[in-house]
């Protein structure tokens, strides 16, 4: 097993770094703690795009996926979460949308110049999916849908958003569809939700109010099995957005480490250098430990997705570098002393916006689940 990465991966990994602080530093000085707008996001995302962000040819290198994942949440976390949706969405559209649905809204979402949003969570649904109550009916050619969806990544700047609903509510969790509900065609409500951190990669409210979508925007079903396999083979729809969780807080890890090296550094306190003290090199020694931990967890994950035991692998990483994140950003503060604690710093920020992490695509607690499930063969959730 070799854990360096090749002469591939260090030019790629050595090329998007040297643009991403070229190009991104200011902007995330200037957008990465402000709402979004979908002008912004699109300026953005064509920024980036070149270097594979909206999915290009990553499938061939998992490895090289998770480095330009990093080093964007390293520079900007908020448009590492952003473009990550913006790039999903335009896939799954081609992959199970009606031809004639996917032929004029796949391409403008995987080239980047239309934004996709995906809803499955609403205020009474979290951790169980199952619940939806987002209710769409059938009548006719078209269906109506009332509901509202929360916490849904890109919804406010979002074109197109691929909406979980409940099509009958006698057949429980068999009656959910995803619909695609296209706003230039099907205007609905949506807004912002500030929170803790992450605050550039909106977290939005969905409202839908007698929405009619034709029912050609259902998903799935429209394909016969010969058609061929889906486009990404990349395993559970689920995984693929945990493991670019990990990845992220591993990238704002690695700035929070260098930031408190740089300070302890060149700060001075009883005559020396504060690098000179054991206590100071303890917590960066603790620190380097647990992301070098995560970041190993996380590549493992992502060469894992496809393998049967893949979500505990993911489960592990997930959990364990979100929480990661938070525990060394915190640290990285806590060298610095009050400068630390400044908003000059940034170091606040990157700690509000790797607590973020935590929450979405399972929160920690989820995933310690699906790991004990593994571990014991009993379904906790069940018993
Ligand atoms: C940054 C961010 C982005 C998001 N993006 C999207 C998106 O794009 N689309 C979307 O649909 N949703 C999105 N979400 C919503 C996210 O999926 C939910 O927040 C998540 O599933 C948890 O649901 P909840 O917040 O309702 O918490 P709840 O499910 O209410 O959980 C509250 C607490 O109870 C715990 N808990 C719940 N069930 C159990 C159990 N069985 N055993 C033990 N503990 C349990 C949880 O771990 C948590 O600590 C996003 C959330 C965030 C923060």
């Known amino acids: ?26 902007k995330d000085k200037q957008y990465g703690d402000i709402e979004m707008t979908r002008e912004v996001a699109l300026e953005l995302l064509a920024l980036i795009k070149p270097f594979g962000y909206l999915g290009e040819d990553r499938a061939t290198d998992p490895i090289m996926v998770s480095i330009i994942n990093q080093e964007l949440g390293r520079v900007f976390p908020s ?23 996917a032929a004029r809204l796949a391409g403008p979402l995987i080239e980047g110049e239309r934004i996709g949003c995906f809803a499955f969570s609403e205020p009474d649904v979290g951790s169980d999916p199952s619940a939806i109550a987002c209710r769409a009916e059938l009548r006719g050619d078209h269906y109506v849908v009332n509901g509202s969806k929360c916490w849904i990544s890109n919804g406010h700047i979002a074109d197109v958003a691929v909406v979980t609903v409940q099509t009958d509510p006698a057949l429980g969790p068999k009656g959910l569809r995803q619909l695609i509900i296209d706003r230039e065609e099907s205007p609905f409500e949506s807004r912002d939700i500030p929170t803790i951190g992450l605050r550039a990669f909106p977290c939005s409210e969905l409202n839908f109010t007698d929405v009619k979508v034709p029912a050609i925007n259902r998903m799935g079903g429209w394909r ?38 740089a300070y302890v550094k060149e700060r001075k306190q009883f005559g020396r250098e504060i690098g000179r003290f054991q206590l ?24 894992s997705l496809t393998a049967p035991n893949a979500d505990r692998q993911v489960s592990i990483a997930k959990a364990y570098a979100t929480e990661m994140g938070v525990r060394v950003t915190s640290k990285a503060m806590e060298c610095m002393g009050a400068m630390g604690l400044t908003v000059e710093m940034g170091l606040e920020r990157r700690l509000r916006d ?12 989820i995933h310690r689940l699906i790991i004990g499930r593994d571990v014991t063969g009993f379904s906790a959730t069940r018993s």
Not at 79 to 101: N, R
Not at 354 to 365: E, Y
């Open 1 to 26: 097993m070799d854990f360096e990465f090749n002469e591939d991966q260090r030019m790629v990994q050595d090329g998007v770094r040297r643009f991403l602080e070229k190009e991104l530093v200011a």
């Open 79 to 101: 448009l590492a979460g952003l473009a990550f949706i913006a790039g999903q969405v335009g896939p799954v559209v081609a992959d199970g949308a009606h031809p004639d649905v």
């Open 224 to 261: 016969k099995a010969e058609d061929g396999a889906p486009r990404q083979a990349v395993g559970s729809q689920f995984n693929l957005p945990r493991v670019l969780c990990a990845d992220v807080s591993c990238g704002i890890a690695e700035h929070a480490i260098e930031a408190a090296t």
């Open 280 to 303: 100071i090199q303890g917590m960066l020694a603790e620190m380097v430990m647990a992301y070098e931990a995560a970041r190993l967890l996380t590549f493992r994950a992502r060469m």
């Open 354 to 365: 790797a607590r973020m992490w935590i929450v979405p695509d399972g929160t920690s607690q």
